[in-house]
Every structure is written in C-alpha cells, then in structure tokens.
C-alpha cells in the first residue's frame, strides 16, 4: 500500500477500499520502523489523526477536498506550522514553536493533506548532506548500513525530505531549494526532485536562508504527483513580495506526453571533470533516448558556469549575514544564561545556537559587505549573476527548449568519505550543476534514471525557461515512463 502513487491512493480511499485513518497509521508504523535513517525531526502524530479523521469524515459524505484529501505528506523542519516545532534542524531553533503556518503548507492542508512530520535537514538548510544537522546526520535507504558511520549520505540540505518519500514514510514531502537542495538528495535517493520558477510558489513562513534564491521545491515518487503538489500550492500572495501572479500551462499532465520535435539542449560546461563517468555516461544514454524518440538533441554552451559556483557562494554568505542578524537571543532564539553585558550575551548565544558551518557564512558575509569590500566582492557578484542567468536566456531565445545536465558528481557517497571534506568545500563540488538555476530563478526538476553499478540510484535534470513549469514537467513525465525507475524502498 505504501508504494502507490498520491493518484493512486486517492482512488483507493475514495472508492472506500482504504480508510485516511488506515494509511496514517500504516505511515506512522513506518515512520518507527525507519527510525534509523534519521529522516523526522517530530513526529505529529496526534495532528495527523485528527486530520485523517476530518478527511475519512469528507470521503465518507462523498465531498473529498481533492486528490491530496487523506494523503500523508512530510515537511522540510524549516517550514513554520502552527503549534509544531519548526528547528531548522538548529540548536538555535530547538524550541521554536511558531504562531503561524506558511502558505504553502496551508495550502496543501486546507486541500486535506495529512502531515505526519517535520523533516531532518542541514542546520538552517546551509549544507548539500544532511550531516550538519542538530539532531544528526540522515542517512540514505539504499545500500543503509546500521554501522555508526559507514552509510551513504542522503544528499541535502532537504535530505530527510527525500528519504521520507524514498522509504515510503510519506507520498510527497515539501522541500526547498536555494543551490540544489530539493534536486541533489532526489537524485542521491532516487525520487524525483521538483524546483519551480521563482516567484511561483510563496516563501512566506519558509524560514530565509537568501532571499533571492529560495524556492519552496517538492519530492514525489513520480512526475504526476509532483505536479499535483505543486498546483495545490500555486497562487500569488501578499504575504509574500516576490510572489507572481503569472499563468503557466495545464497541470494535468498527459498519459502519453510526446518529445517529438522537441528542442533539448546540452551545455558542455556542465562535463565537469569532477563527475564521474558513470554519470557521464548515463547523461550520454538518456541524450540518446531523446534523440530517438524525434527530439533535436544540440550542444550548447553557457560560458559563465564556470563563475558560477564562486559567485554564488558570496551572494549566499550576504545574504546570509543579513537574515540571521535577528537571532540575537534576545527576542527569540537559543539563550544563554549568566551573561553580564547584551555584547556577551549576543556573542555567546550565537556561537552556542550556530554550528560552525553557519557561523562562517555570517562571518564571510560580514567580511564581503564590509564598505571596502562591497563593490569587490557583493556588487561585482551581482554583476556576474546577471552573465549567467543572461546565458540561459540566450540560449532558450536560439530555440532550445530545455537543458538536460547532470545533477550530482557521482551517487551517494559513504558519509565517513563525505564529512573529510568541509561543508565550504562539498558544497563547491555537489552544487556545481544545480546552482546555476537558482541565480537565474528557472524551473528545474531531478528525475531518478537508473541504478550505478553500485546499486545506487543516478538522476538528470531538465531546466526550461521561467514559467516553462508545466511543459517542463510534461517532459519529465516522457522520461519517467521511458526509464522505469523504481522511486521507493520497502
């Protein structure tokens, strides 16, 4: 039963063959059978059953609120939700119960949704491993060992997301992305990994990492499911500045979609030397599959990748500097007792509250937005910003309709390999295909492909143009069906 589809259980429940009820517990008896993979923060048990009880209730007078109706999702910890701890996976947040619920989670719950847990994730989302969480690392379900450090790593920052969809704790799960953090862990645990177009979904009560980059991003077992995740939670809003109002296509996907006559590009830039050749190789085939089936497969180049990666890297650091002022163990946040001064008492709720990892993005940030380096460092990345999001632009003018790339260097690494390297460094090396997408504010969506021959799922990504969601995901669907990977672990 775990293994179906958000459509598919749907059917289930409103033809009476299964019970809201029933599927929250059986989720909830995952959530413990899976303890070890560290993918939930809290556990909502008691919010769950009520809701399951509100949807059976709706089911049973024949006015289900829609196919998320009874359907337990998970939720990044750095959504805020109403009466439930919302950590950011941080010492800092470790007893913040927040007032208010973030639109996009309301949306998915006033469309009767069931939320069965907050999600692990990278301290304040700042990582590409779920290692450098408060509560612990995650770890990946394929190939997981119980050793205390010989498991692969789950990919992140949303890696508890990725993994609760992966291990069938949940059938969707709300991630977000501001460098690759809802695409890399869906490629590293095999389960598609959707980023849409800035501006599409709210932020409203998404904890800020950087502003201009974050984006609200969905993990699903298939294409369809993503995209009814992601019409649920469309919609402008005025919580929300950066909201639009823009219209894309239909959501309701086809069966069949076609690639025939299709436009796809391959951006040389992306054959990086770091990743390795079974990716390549993989990249190489799925090219071919398109060719095959009537789309033009060109080279293209976006000749400011290159930049990318530094420049994204000082933007995150400013970015950072400036939203996490306010965690001053004053008006809320970790507080240290038996200070004597509000300097020390900044000082040291902040150095106990922060990891190391955050502590340095605010002081790299500090030190880039200094008045002698602001127009070195802040402007000139912003100058560079708009060289590689003006790349994309020109070449989907030429009439290339979408990118297929790479999404992580290689499969899922063993953690005790991944955490020999610092958090700055992993970072360059996960996120040099997934960033350039952020800095540009384009849709883009991970898609699992096949296994390594490790036994190790490796995923692709599409990327369109801004506001190409719908045809994007059309896309994503075609190669879904035509690779026939298998997204969950039971």
Same mark, same amino acid.
């Given at each position: 039963m775990l293994h179906l589809t958000i459509k598919e259980v749907a059917r289930r429940m409103q033809s009476g063959h299964l019970s809201p009820s029933e599927l929250c517990e059986l989720c909830l008896a995952r959530i413990e059978e899976t303890r070890s993979l560290n993918a939930i923060i809290t556990v909502t048990a008691d919010v769950a059953r009520k809701q399951a009880k509100h949807s059976e209730r709706r089911i049973r007078e024949g006015c289900p609120l829609g196919p998320l109706d009874g359907v337990p999702i998970a939720v990044k910890d750095n959504y805020c939700t109403e009466g439930v701890l919302t950590s950011c996976a941080s010492k800092m947040l470790s007893k913040y119960v927040p007032p208010f619920t973030a639109t996009v989670v309301q949306k998915l719950l006033d469309r009767g949704a069931v939320l069965i847990g907050k999600t692990n994730m990278d301290e304040f989302a700042m990582g590409c491993g779920s290692v450098d969480s408060f509560y612990g690392p995650v770890r990946n379900p394929w190939k997981s060992s119980s050793d205390s450090d010989d498991f692969r790593i789950a990919?992140?920052?949303?890696?508890?997301?990725?993994?609760?969809?992966?291990?069938? *704790?949940?059938?969707?799960? =709300?991630?977000? /992305? $501001? #460098?690759?953090? +809802?695409r890399n862990p869906a490629a590293l645990c095999g389960v598609v990994g959707l980023k849409p177009t800035y501006g599409l979904l709210s932020r409203h009560g998404l904890i800020p990492l950087v502003n201009s980059m974050d984006v609200p991003g969905v993990h699903a077992r298939c294409v369809d499911d993503a995209a009814v995740m992601f019409e649920t939670m469309l919609g402008q809003d005025h919580l929300d500045s950066t909201s639009v109002s823009d219209k894309i296509g239909s959501l309701d996907l086809p069966n069949e979609p076609l690639?025939?006559?299709?436009?796809?590009? &391959? !951006? %040389? %830039?992306?054959?990086? %030397? $770091? &990743? @390795?050749?079974? *990716? &390549?190789? $993989?990249?190489? @085939?799925?090219? /071919?599959?398109?060719?095959?089936? #009537?789309? @033009?497969? +060109?080279?293209?180049? =976006? !000749?400011?990748?290159?930049?990318? &990666?530094?420049?994204?890297?000082? =933007?995150?650091?400013?970015?950072?500097?400036?939203?996490?002022?306010r965690y001053d163990g004053i008006e809320y946040g970790h507080r240290v007792d038996g200070e004597k001064s509000t300097e020390s008492l900044y000082a040291a709720s902040r150095h106990e509250g922060f990891n190391a990892i955050v502590r340095g993005r605010i002081l790299a940030g500090n030190y880039f937005l200094l008045r002698r380096n602001y127009e070195k460092y802040f402007l000139h990345a912003l100058r560079v910003r708009r060289l590689i999001s003006n790349d994309f632009e020109k070449v989907f003018r030429t009439g290339v309709q979408f990118l297929l790339t790479p999404v992580t260097i290689g499969t899922a690494p063993l953690y005790k390999n991944f955490i020999k390297k610092d958090g700055r460094e992993q970072t360059a090396l996960q996120d040099i295909c997934t960033q350039p997408a952020n800095m540009s504010g384009i849709p883009a969506i991970t898609v699992p492909v096949c296994l390594s021959s490790e036994g190790l799922p490796i995923g692709l990504q599409l990327l369109g143009p801004q506001f190409s969601d719908a045809e994007l995901l059309s896309t994503a669907k075609w190669l879904e069906r035509a690779v026939q990977f298998r997204s969950t672990i039971l």
């Open positions: 990919g992140g920052s949303s890696g508890g997301s990725a993994v609760s969809v992966a291990s069938a *704790v949940a059938f969707g799960a =709300l991630a977000s /992305d $501001t #460098g690759g953090s +809802t690639v025939s006559g299709l436009h796809i590009g &391959i !951006p %040389e %830039e992306y054959n990086f %030397e $770091t &990743i @390795k050749r079974e *990716v &390549i190789a $993989t990249w190489e @085939k799925v090219a /071919d599959l398109f060719s095959n089936a #009537g789309a @033009k497969v +060109t080279r293209v180049s =976006l !000749p400011h990748t290159r930049y990318s &990666i530094a420049c994204y890297s000082v =933007l995150n650091s400013c970015e950072v500097a400036s939203n996490f002022a």
